[in-house]
């Protein structure tokens, strides 16, 4: 309803009017629609007024001005995360997550997009969690990625990464007793270990391995890239039941042979070399599995602190129960997919929010949604 003359406006109410006519427009908006819309909501005409208002958002980098040819008419828009970090600072009240062009900013800048399931289920928790959108407009993504990180070796597999650190700190011992021109302090070995991007040896090269040993690892004996080439890290009960030995041998690849789970107080150089591929193996291992769970730990997380908050709505919480265990059925980022119950469920979420706007347009009813989902991810949807 628009104010009348007379009318005594709030503190800030007019920047927050601006920021929210901004954040409601998908693109650049015009300066003659700004003032358009401040004399329709508040009755305010006068031009210098307008400025005012518009110059100062600027100078809290909450808005920018776009730049244009000299008379033609200057736009506005929120362009990025430290415009949205201003805004929030500046003006607490605004539900910044409930804007879709907001939202799009956080998936652009953590280079995500809803083309995939996971993508989806960012944006519908960045819709639904004020925590969860708020530490992604607060911290930056390295800073993020080590808190995750740090969550999943002391909470969800502690047990596990301890075994690897012993792994690694005998297999140092044993490098350093064992191999002369091995140079490495332990922590830059192990740092070197965990670095190295084992979950992609299956699509290495011989070439590539040995290059990667010989100028992180240098010092260690040819023999530790070649076997891994050989054995691509892989053991019998990894593999997919029916594979034989015959098919082994076609497509070229020796299981590794494995390791007692007791560690031993010394490796000998005869099983050194059988130690050091079967941490890597478990370095891959983690990493995988880390990768896969990364957002469902980050998620849950925000969901916990919305619910002591006092924030967490029913909404979030089903969504978040639903679609923890269930939304991605497949370790490999490339090919997750999603259920159909789980898009049934998103389909009344995006219906009720309105956004993502690209799945509303034409819809009626949820059901509209559904199917328009079922559309753009096709093969990526699976049954029940």
């Known amino acids: 309803m628009a104010k009348t003359k007379g009318d005594r406006l709030k503190h800030k109410e007019v920047k927050v009017g601006i920021i929210e006519f901004i954040l409601k427009n998908s693109e650049s908006v015009s300066e003659p629609a700004i003032r358009d819309h401040l004399k329709e909501k508040y009755g305010i005409m006068d031009q210098s007024t307008i400025n005012k208002h518009l110059h100062a958002l600027q100078d809290l980098t909450c808005i920018e001005q776009i730049s244009h040819k000299p008379g033609l008419r200057n736009y506005w828009d929120i362009k990025n995360i430290k415009n949205l970090n201003n805004i929030k600072h500046e003006f607490p009240e605004l539900r910044l997550n409930r804007y879709e062009k907001s939202i ?29 959108f708020n530490i992604c407009i607060d911290t930056d993504i390295e800073t993020l990625d080590e808190g995750v990180w740090g969550i999943y070796i002391n909470w969800n597999g502690p047990c596990r990464h301890q075994h ?19 140079q490495m302090s ?41 076997k891994i080439f050989e054995t691509k890290l892989l053991r019998k009960e990894r593999l997919a039941e029916g594979i034989t030995e015959e ?44 990768s896969s769970t990364r ?20 909404e979030e919480i089903a969504f978040m129960k639903k679609t923890k265990d269930t939304m991605f059925l497949a370790n490999n980022y490339a090919y997750r ?4 119950d789980d898009l049934k469920l998103a389909s009344k979420i995006i219906f009720n929010y309105k956004q993502p706007s690209k799945f509303v347009e034409g819809s009626n009813d949820p059901d509209e949604i559904y199917k328009n989902l079922l559309k753009y991810y096709g093969t990526l949807v699976v049954g029940k």
């Not at 700190?169 to 021109?181: L, R």
Request: hydrophobic share 40%; glycine share 6%.
């Open 337 to 340: 997919k999603i259920k159909t």
């Open 295 to 314: 957002d469902s730990i980050l998620l849950e997380h925000c969901l916990k602190n919305d619910m002591l908050l006092g924030a967490g709505s029913e």
């Open 247 to 290: 098919v082994l041998k076609k497509i070229q690849i020796e299981l590794l042979e494995e390791i007692p789970e007791k560690i031993p107080e010394e490796i000998n150089n005869k099983d050194l070399i059988k130690y050091i591929l079967n941490t890597m193996r478990l370095l891959r291992e983690e990493s995988q599995d880390f």
């Open 164 to 182: 690897i650190e012993d792994l690694l700190k005998i297999c140092y011992t044993a490098c350093v007793k064992h191999y002369s021109s091995f």
């Open 104 to 132: 799009d900013l956080i998936m652009h800048h953590f280079g995500r997009h809803i083309m995939g399931p996971d993508g989806l289920k960012l944006y519908i928790q960045l819709l639904l969690s004020p925590s969860l």
């Open 186 to 226: 332990e922590k830059a070995f192990i740092g070197m270990m965990n670095g190295l991007p084992f979950e992609h040896v299956g699509i290495f090269d011989k070439a590539t391995i040995l290059k990667m040993f010989e100028t992180n690892l240098p010092g260690l004996p040819e023999e530790i890239p070649l």
